[in-house]
């Protein structure tokens, strides 16, 4: 209420948005009262959204499942009404509540940094302001305002560290808050100055090409957890207990996190956006049919040159040849899949496909890009085009043969 007095009395566009979560009855509904009369009075806009059965209200995090429901009212009130910013109440005693709660979290420095006076559009014009100098304000200015008495319940962590951790410190030091203030001064600055060295290195060792993100493995591991925590956070992989087996994790390993992929690969890690598409298996983009029928194709050359991705091209043609008699049909075109095995030409022994990459050196994410040539019964025929499967080979006198062209 102290902050929409202040904003009655600029010259500044604003509209006012409250939600009334049911939870408190009466008392609920004389808080949103208070504030709606105030926004009558003084030809204020004024939208209020009303908890009803269908938010479906969590029997844990309750504290959550209030806030992401405000904020997003707050939200959809801003789009639609066109408003540039959303303007909080916090104040300086919010900020030790949240320091003390970010302490607990081992949440790192942009934690105990405290909540921000403008990001993401949320302006916080109040937090340089104790509560007590809040009351204070209210009181020579008469404003009406309304206690929330569920917060003298120590039901929530918020709660107890209001109700009794912040008075005990309060007792330590009469310029507590004060002194913590500046505290958060502090550490705003070394934060400000961590993130310009933090964006020195990862401009040093992260590159973004066309469809990925690709960061040196090698320089990334010698860089502290510190900075390659804050690195990694940023595209979403912040879980402090996860984060450690990424740097240990073998060629191949995958890491999720809500918006990207992180692949290991052999001199890289690989962050890739996600797309919310799962490929079907027989997805045309996966699969392709060469040939129906031996007929379609016998005693052709077929080029498979399409196939191949620009950079494993070569500059002079290839060409294998396949003894019919051996294919079951059809033959088509797709990519790897795990266990995939095949008898190289030139090589004894059989080998897997995720070996043979392997000890081609191919990355990660150029193997995605390489076809596989298979028959009927789903064997190997070949990898396009760096090796041929000999079990299918036929040399150029034998007449039932087909010829394969890149």
């Known amino acids: 209420m102290v902050l929409l007095h202040l904003f009655s009395q600029s010259e500044l566009h604003f ?16 808080d949103q009262k208070t504030v709606e009369d105030f926004c009558k009075e003084n030809q204020i806009q004024f939208h209020a959204y009303e908890v009803t059965e269908k938010d479906k209200q969590p029997e844990n995090s309750i504290q959550n499942w209030a806030r992401n429901l405000r904020y ?51 302006l916080r014009p109040l937090l340089k302001f104790s509560k007590d100098e809040i009351y204070a304000f209210a009181e ?20 107890s560290i209001r ?47 066309e469809n990925f993100i690709q960061i040196q493995k090698a320089e990334f591991k010698k860089q502290s957890d510190f900075v ?37 690969d052999r001199d890289n890690f690989i962050l890739t956006k996600k797309t919310g598409e799962k490929p079907e298996s027989n997805d045309s983009e996966n699969e392709i049919i060469i040939a129906e029928n031996v007929e379609n194709i016998q005693n052709q050359t077929v080029s498979l040159s399409k196939f ?28 790897k899949k795990p266990g995939d095995v095949f008898l190289p030409i030139g090589m004894t022994g059989k ?29 190997v025929l070949g990898i396009i085009p760096f090796r041929q499967d000999r079990r299918y080979s036929a040399d150029e006198n034998i007449k039932s043969k087909i010829s394969m062209t890149f």
């Not at 540039?84 to 607990?104: K, M, R």
């Not at 191949?308 to 797709?334: A, V």
């Open 15 to 30: 509209e006012v948005a409250h939600v009334n979560y049911k939870l408190r009855g009466k008392d609920s509904d004389a």
């Open 140 to 159: 020579e200015h008469q404003i009406k305002f309304r206690e929330d008495l569920s917060n003298k319940k120590n039901d929530y962590l918020r709660n």
């Open 308 to 335: 191949i991705s620009p950079e494993f091209k070569t500059s002079s043609d290839l060409n294998w040849f396949y003894d019919s008699r051996k294919l079951q049909f059809p033959l088509r075109m797709r990519k």
């Open 163 to 209: 109700n009794e951790i912040a008075p005990k410190l309060f007792g330590t030091n009469d310029h507590f808050l004060e002194n913590f203030s500046k505290s958060l001064t502090y550490l705003n600055q070394v934060k400000d100055f961590a993130n310009e060295k933090i964006d020195e290195v990862r401009s040093e060792i992260v590159s973004e090409k």
């Open 72 to 122: 997003a009212f707050f939200r959809k009130v801003q789009e639609e009404r066109k408003l540039q910013f959303l303007v909080t109440a916090h104040h300086l005693n919010d900020q030790l509540e949240t320091f003390l709660i970010n302490l607990s979290k081992a949440s790192g420095i942009k934690g105990l940094s405290g909540m921000p006076a403008n990001e993401n559009q949320i």
């Open 351 to 379: 080998k897997t496909v995720s070996k043979f990459f392997k000890d081609e050196k191919i990355p990660i994410l150029a193997q995605q890009k390489i076809w596989l040539l298979c028959d009927g019964n789903d064997n």
């Open 228 to 264: 390659k925590f804050e690195i990694l956070r940023k595209f979403g992989f912040d879980d402090v207990e996860e984060f450690p087996k990424i740097f240990s994790a073998e060629k191949g390993k995958i890491f999720h996190a809500p918006e990207f992929q992180l692949t290991v």
